[in-house]
Structure formats: C-alpha cells, structure tokens
C-alpha cells in the first residue's frame, strides 16, 4: 500500500483510540466525497455532523470596525482594573496585616522554645558578615524605596 496524506494512519498504543480515529476519519471522507449518510452507524453520523458543522463558515462576521473596538476595550481595561485594584489591595493588606498579627502571637507565645536555636546560627554582631548583611539590606531597601518613589512620580504625571 503506498503512503498518501490522506491516507498515513500513524501508530496508536491503544486500540480503542484507534477505532475511534478510523471512525472519525471514516466519517470525514464519507461526508467529503458526499456518499449516502443511511449505511452510517449513530457514531459516523454523529462524526459526520460534527464534519459538516466545521466545514461551515461562522454565521457572524467579525464588525468592520472591530480593531477600534477592541483597542478601545483594552485602553479602558486598566482603568477598570484601577477600580477594582482598591478592594483587592485592602483584603491583601489586610490578610498581610493579620499574618504579621499571628506571627508575632507566635512567636510571643512559644519563642522561648525554638528562638534560641535560631538565634544561635546568627554571625555575632561583630563579625564582618554581619556588616556585610547589613549593607546589602540597606541596599535592597533604598533600590526598593527609589522605585516606589519613581512609579509615584510617573503616576502623578500621568
């Protein structure tokens, strides 16, 4: 048998999914070469139908002016965001606020246990790592505030 296009059949491990692409592809060529649908089982006509309904071009077409529209949505969409960012924001801030609230509870009710053995891994104060940690989370700090201020100032200007 010579390979065509049509006709390559690739290799399937399961058998079941393999009857089921014979039939769909049984019924695809049954509905393209237009033969009398009555000799199908329900699945072909099913598969038949399915064919016939891609085949179909889309009953709406899109707006002649459909790029405005949708320029326009995505303009306006973060305003809306903006809108809706406020109730997020707060329920964010305040689920933080809560989990800092929980987590000095804990630490106030059972640090006395677990702290010391933490507290033990720490450079001592004197040590040159412990300059050094400190300048890299001056550091970290100001990059951080630096662009809170400059996205402050952009959104002022905007």
């Not at 085949?55 to 002016?65: G, I, K, S, W, Y």
Request: with cysteine; glycine share 6%.
């Amino acid at each position: 048998m010579t390979k065509h296009t049509d006709d390559y059949i690739p290799a399937f491990d399961d058998p079941a999914r393999e009857r089921e692409w014979l039939a769909q592809e049984s019924a695809m060529r049954r509905e393209r070469l237009q033969l009398d649908p009555a000799s199908d089982d329900a699945r072909g006509q099913r598969y038949r139908l399915l064919a016939r309904a891609l085949r179909e071009p889309l009953a709406e077409a899109l707006p002649a002016d459909f790029a405005q529209q949708l320029a326009a949505r995505i303009a306006a969409a973060p305003v809306r965001r903006a809108a809706n960012g406020g109730v997020e924001s707060m329920l964010a801030l305040a689920l933080a606020i809560t989990l800092v609230i929980a987590a000095a509870a804990v630490v106030a009710i059972h640090g006395s246990t677990w702290l010391p053995p933490f507290a033990a891994l720490l450079p001592t104060p004197h040590a040159p790592a412990t300059r050094w940690l400190l300048a890299l989370g001056g550091c970290l700090g100001a990059s951080w505030l630096l662009g809170q201020w400059q996205r402050h100032v952009r959104e002022r200007t905007n």
